[in-house]
T-cell receptor, first 110, second 109 residues
Framework: NAGVTQTPKFQVLKTGQSMTLQCAQD?????MYWYRQDPGMGLRLIYY???????DKGEVPNGYNVSRLNKREFSLRLESAAPSQTSVYFC?????????FGSGTRLTVV | SQELEQSPQSLIVQEGKNLTINCTSS?????LYWYKQKYGEGLIFLMM?????EEKSHEKITAKLDEKKQQSSLHITASQPSHAGIYLC?????????FGTGTSLTVIP
């Protein structure tokens, strides 16, 4: 089925470990996004990529890096995980007709 | 940046009751999205409103956009347990998407 695929769905990390969240879309969308969702705070934009080859910081970029590997894939990397990065992460892509979201990655940093 | 404030933050209703969720923007709304999220699942697109005064319905859910008030409302008629979840409004003023603070809905059978 067409859509946005995120991996992994769940992850537990120790403080200081690194990991990469993967996101891929097969809808030929130009724009892709990474959000984090925390209770009572709604969704907040971490980074976005308006088109292949470009990335920009969103509202809460500190502690994260991204790579727009190609038009389909947009990865989010935590170089040194901190407990404050415990959250649910959503990847999304968009075109003129709207947004499509992945099913989320639940990350816990202990 | 655009801020979207939702009210109430949480809502507990008896099955069969009607309810309304509001989304108020800090800036002019040129369009507004409503999403629903169930625990452990991704965001589900409900509807998009593009014009002032526009009203859309899907099953028992109706959403309206009041551009003058910079506000949108989501109304659920005769709520059911399947309506439970977190409702999010969202707006795209340019090339960046903003989400509301979210409303958690619990429906008691």
């Amino acid at each position: 089925n067409a859509g946005v695929t995120q991996t992994p769905k769940f992850q537990v990390l120790k403080t200081g470990q690194s990991m990469t969240l993967q996101c891929a879309q097969d809808m030929n969308h130009n724009s892709m996004y990474w959000y984090r969702q925390d209770p009572g705070m709604g969704l907040r934009l971490i980074y976005y990529s308006a088109s292949e080859g470009t990335t920009d910081k969103g509202e809460v970029p500190n502690g994260y890096n991204v790579s727009r590997l190609n038009k389909r894939e947009f990865s989010l990397r935590l170089e040194s995980a901190a407990p404050s990065q415990t959250s649910v992460y959503f990847c999304a892509s968009s075109d003129r007709d709207g947004y499509t979201f992945g099913s989320g990655t639940r990350l816990t940093v202990v | 940046s655009q801020e979207l404030e939702q009210s109430p933050q949480s809502l507990i209703v008896q099955e069969g009751k009607n309810l309304t969720i509001n989304c108020t923007s800090s800036k002019t709304l040129y369009g507004l999205y409503w999403y629903k999220q169930k625990y452990g699942e991704g965001l589900i697109f409900l509807m998009m409103l593009q014009k002032g005064g526009e009203e859309k319905s899907h099953e028992k859910i109706t959403a309206k956009l009041d551009e003058k008030k910079q506000q949108s409302s989501l109304h659920i008629t005769a709520s059911q347990p399947s309506h439970a979840g977190i409702y999010l409004c969202g707006a795209d003023p340019g090339n960046q998407f903003y989400f509301g603070t979210g409303t958690s809905l619990t429906v008691i059978p």
